[in-house]
Each structure stands twice: as C-alpha cells, then as structure tokens.
C-alpha cells in the first residue's frame, strides 16, 4: 500500500470523488480505506454492505428518513449571520447551525439514519461508542425513536469529562459502559465496541458515529451527513446571495467536516479542515492525525494515523473529546493528499478563546470541537479581510460545561456603570 | 522444505505420534523483558509449534488477559526489531516452527519485504493477523509467500461453507479455526455446537486446523483434538506466566492422559 499519489492521480481521484464514484468496489477512496476487521465480522459487514446498497437510496427508506429529518431532528437547520463577529473579523460569517438539531450536534443525522438502517435489517440490540457524548446522545435518543435496546461505549476519561451526557444517555433509556482499557478515550470506546460486536454479529447493529472505520461506514455516515453541506449551500446561494469564498469545519474522525465538505467539493469554495492542536506540536500533545500523522491500519480501515516508528498508535491530547483520536475518516485522507480540502490546527487555547468570543458576540455557547473552527477560521479572516465564511456550527457547547468550570467566567456589573 | 511446510509437518509428527498438536501463545516481552528469550525456549520444548504474539496498542479482537499483557510489552519497550534479534539470537535452540501473531499495523510499519526476509532469517515459519481478512491480503502473503512464509487464515463459527473452503485453500501451515464468536480469552468454556463446526472445518480444509479461543485445560485439548490436529493454548498460558508459575508444568497438564511418543 502506498499512500503516495502518483502524477494526474490527484486530479483523476478528486474528480471521481466529485462524480459520487468513490468509494470504490472495495471501499477504497483512492488508496485509503479498505476493511480491516477480524474474520468474525466479515460476514456482518459483508451484510451491511448488502443492506445499504438495498435500502439507503431506496425511495421507501429516504422517504422515512428525510421525514425524521424533518419533524424529529427539526430540519433543515438555520443558516446564521454572524453580524458582530464580522465586524470584528472584517469577514463576512455565516455559520450552519448543528447546535440546534434535536440533541444539540450534527451526531443526529447520522445516529437517526443509521438506527432506521438497523431496524430495517432486523437488529436485536443496538451499540455505540461515544466521545464527547454527543453520538452516545443521539444514538440513544434514536435509538428510543425506533424502539431498539441500545449500549453506548464510552473511555471512562470522557465519562467523567461529559458526565452531564452520560447522564441525557441513560436518560434516554441507554446502558453506559465505561471502558477502562487503553487510553480509555474515543479510541478505547470504538475497539470495545468492536469486541462486543464479535460476540453476536447477528443480532447487533454497531452504529459507528463517525466516517471512520471499515467499509461501508466511512460512505454511510457521509451519505447520511451530507444533508449539512446539501442544506448550507443552498442557504448560502439564497441567504448571503453566493456561496462561500472559505468553509470550516472541525475534524476529529471527522463526520461534520465531510458531510459539510461533500457537497460542496465541485464548488470554488476553499475547504479547511481544523484538527486539535492540543498544548503542543510533540507526539501526545494533540490530535492533529492529518497536520502531522503517517499512513496505517487503525480499526479498520487504512488512514492516516498518529503512530510511532513501530506502528503503534499513540495516545492524544484535546481538550474536547470530540477531537481526541488518533485516526481520521478515509475519505480526508484522501481529500488532504489530492489538496483539495487543507487541514490546520487549533491549540485549546485557541479553542478557548474562541468560544469565549462567540458567546459575546452572537450569543452562542458552541461546543469546544467546534470552536477550533472558530478559532482558525479567525486567523483566517485576517489574512483575506472581506471574504465571506462558512462556519459548520457543529455542536451546542452545553455538555462541555465541566471542563470549563476550569476557566471560570468573567463576573461582570452593569449596574455600577 | 519451505518454512510454512515445517508448520505443517510438525503438526502432522504430533498426530502421527497419537497426540494432539500443542501450540502454546506467549506476547513476546512479558511479563518481563528480559525473560522473553528464556520463556520462548521452555515454551517451544513443550509446544509442537509456538506462537510468539507481537504487542500492538489496539488488540481488537482481544480479551483483558491479551491486552493486558500487549499493553505492558510496550510499556517495556518490546518491539519487532527487538522480538525477531531476540529469536535470531536462540534459534539454534529451537526446533519447533515458530509463527508470529501480530495485528496488521507493526507490519506495516516494518515493512513487507523487511518483514518476510527477516523471517525466513530468524526461523519465523508464518504469520496470523487476526485484523486481515483474506480480500484485503493480497500484498502481504506475496510478500511473505516469495520468502516461503506462511498466512495463516483464520475461520470462525460465523464464516459459511464457501468462505471455510476459500479460506481453506489460502492458507498456509495449518488453519486456525476460531472456536467461539468472540474474543480471546474467554472463561466459559467451549461453547455448545463446537463439535459440528469443527468437524466442519477439518473436512474442508487440506490443512491440518488448529482451534483457539477458549481452550484452557487437558479436557478442552481433549475434546478438540477428537475433530482437528491441534489446540491453540494462549490467555491460559499468558496467565500463568503472570502468575510466576511454570509454563512447562502447566503445558505438561495439558497433555493430560496423554502418553508421550
């Protein structure tokens, strides 16, 4: 495998991706992707894949889908003028609001679709992992929706970081299981999953909550995201009356960013990718896998990873646990290596203030995944005074509320004044 | 004779001596470092073939008793350089075919052709990676192949007929046939129906099969040696060098009534 695009490759694959052809047979976007799982979920994925093929772009199942959509998720979601953050950046802002999607993150539009999917090819039991919490959250929620048990893994580090989550989660009728293994983060979550999933491969639907892993994932949960960037084109072509000169998005698997991204590919949009840049560039210090990772096999799927010189994946640090993971979807591996979408990174202090700036000036408390969208699209602006942006609004910063009890609140009186 | 060949024969010699081929796992490094070139020495005198398992940091497919003892050889600073130098060094003292059992990634990473000649270098005679199914394995058992190494399929209770027979025909040394629908390290026991499926897989495979997962006793040897060739002995084992007991005496157990040839 080689990771190395050959000459007029760039060019002949992102034309492919731009023509809906990729992935490929194999599930491959160029030379990522692919299917590395154990020979026990062989015959499971290989019945996924059969099952979306029959039923995602079937009338019948887009039809159920698009209603949920509609009058459960409560899309579409608005498009926003950022009116005081644009004087201030010398910009023009417009952001696509995820927060506001029923469970507050774009995580929904996947975990609805995907537990339609589940009921469809009859799945006894449902299970998750979760990050921030946020698909957890959504794969629960969706999962009472269709009338499915549902079990959501979770790195017993973000059990503690998202523990008003993993409270919404049981809430909402779902077991949380705290996983103790590896760095019990996202990446602990998703192989506890895996091996849960080994034991009945029949009777569970794993509904994986990013455009990682084996294939079809990364293509499913792409399909089901691309209503965001479906949706925010269209809305940027009758709100702000054109599209965007630049769009953000967040990227830790990254399902926000390629369900913005996709659709917007053909356009003379520029695309940036915003990666966790932690506290620093050393190995461990961040999550920026695309910025600073090596080509691997990491859960499935052959990516982009952080890893040593011997292979092995290295631990992360963000301080959004959306972000926290060593790998990144297939699809922007190949994205990055064609230079069609540019992935940055924000540190957590950037991350921070930037969230602190968009509370006081738009009166939106967005999730801290988000806010490193934020943050680089501001350094951005300065650098291109006066172009119109797209921000992909990902997640409501609510559940972060816990780690930040950490950088306490200005206490401010009007009165006195 | 090709290295996978030696797989092959020295199962095939256990059988042919009345026994059931014993193929014990040890994760290279632990639980000490510095014991690794010793424990793979005892282990190989008491295993007809011996599976050394390279630590990765996402054992997968694994149970706590394998990630456990991965996740502490890499604290130790294990590495594939460092398993195949410690094998080069002992190797004169080894007879059992050694195969390793690694996740795909260390192998990547070390490189295909590196991987194949430092290998047949060492007396390595084959290869089991459990998160490799056969579509996408084309490039590594070239590699490997080229340098007679041996892939080694694994099978499952949940692969049909015609995967069993395909899987079959690619592998090399012997088939590992899975014996539950989980992961490794399993204390329930073999599961019911295990007797149907393995009988299944030895009829369709020209290999002689092995069967791992779960097998933890001389009365789990026993009972899988009446369908295939051989028993598969890994989180058992593990435990037991954790526990500062001897591997030898526990392997000896296994044997069980068994009158050596």
Known sequence: MSAILEEGEAERLLAQAIAGKLPDERGRFGPFGGRYVPETLVPAFERLEAGVREHLHAAEFQDEFRRELRSWVGRPTALTYARQLSERWGAEVWLKREDLAHTGAHKINNAIGQALLAKRLGAKRVIAETGAGQHGVASAAACARVGLPCSVYMGAVDVERQAPNVDRMRRLGAEVVAVTAGDATLRAAIDEALRVWVTDPDGIYYILGSAVGAHPYPYLVRELQSVIGEEAREQMLREAGGLADAAFACVGGGSNAIGLFYPLLADDTELIGVEAGGTGSGLGQNAATLATGTPGVLQGSYTIILQDNDGQVQETHSISAGLDYSGVGPEHALLKSTGRVSYISATDDEALEALEELCETEGILTALETSHAFAAARNWAREHPGKRILIGNSGRGDKDMPTLTKYPAKVRSYAAA | ?261
């Not at chain 2, 042919?16 to 005198?45: M, S």
Request: proline share 6%; aromatic share 6%.
């Open chain 2, 1 to 261: 004779m090709q290295p996978h060949e030696r797989i092959t024969a020295a199962i095939n010699d256990a059988n042919d001596g009345g026994r059931t081929a014993l193929v014990p796992f040890i994760t290279a490094g632990y639980p000490e470092r510095n014991t690794f070139a010793d424990t793979l020495e005892l282990v190989a005198q008491a295993g007809d073939v011996v599976e050394v398992g390279i630590p990765f940091s996402d054992p997968m497919a694994d149970g706590m008793t394998i990630q456990r003892s991965s996740h502490e050889a890499l604290k130790q600073g294990v590495n594939l350089a460092w398993i195949f130098d410690e094998i080069d060094r002992i190797k004169d003292r080894v007879d059992a075919p050694l195969v390793m059992m690694s996740y795909l990634n260390p192998l990547l990473a070390f490189g295909y052709d590196r991987l194949a000649a430092r290998a047949a270098e060492t007396g390595v005679c084959g290869f089991i990676v459990p998160d490799l199914p056969f579509e996408e394995s084309g490039e590594l058992r070239a590699a490997l192949e080229n340098q007679g190494v041996g892939l080694i399929q694994l099978v499952t209770p949940a692969s049909p007929d015609d995967r069993l027979e395909k899987l079959g025909q690619a592998s090399r040394g012997f088939v590992y046939a899975v014996t539950i629908t989980g992961i490794t390290g399993g204390d329930a026991g073999l599961p019911g129906g295990v007797d149907g499926y393995l009988e299944r897989v030895a009829r369709l495979s020209p290999l002689p099969v092995c069967a791992g997962f779960g097998i933890r006793s001389a009365a789990d040897v026993e009972n899988v040696g009446r369908y295939v060739s051989g028993a598969i002995v890994g989180s058992a084992l593990v435990e037991v060098l954790e526990n500062d007991k001897d591997p030898a005496a526990f392997l000896a157990t296994l044997r069980g009534n068994e009158t050596p040839s």
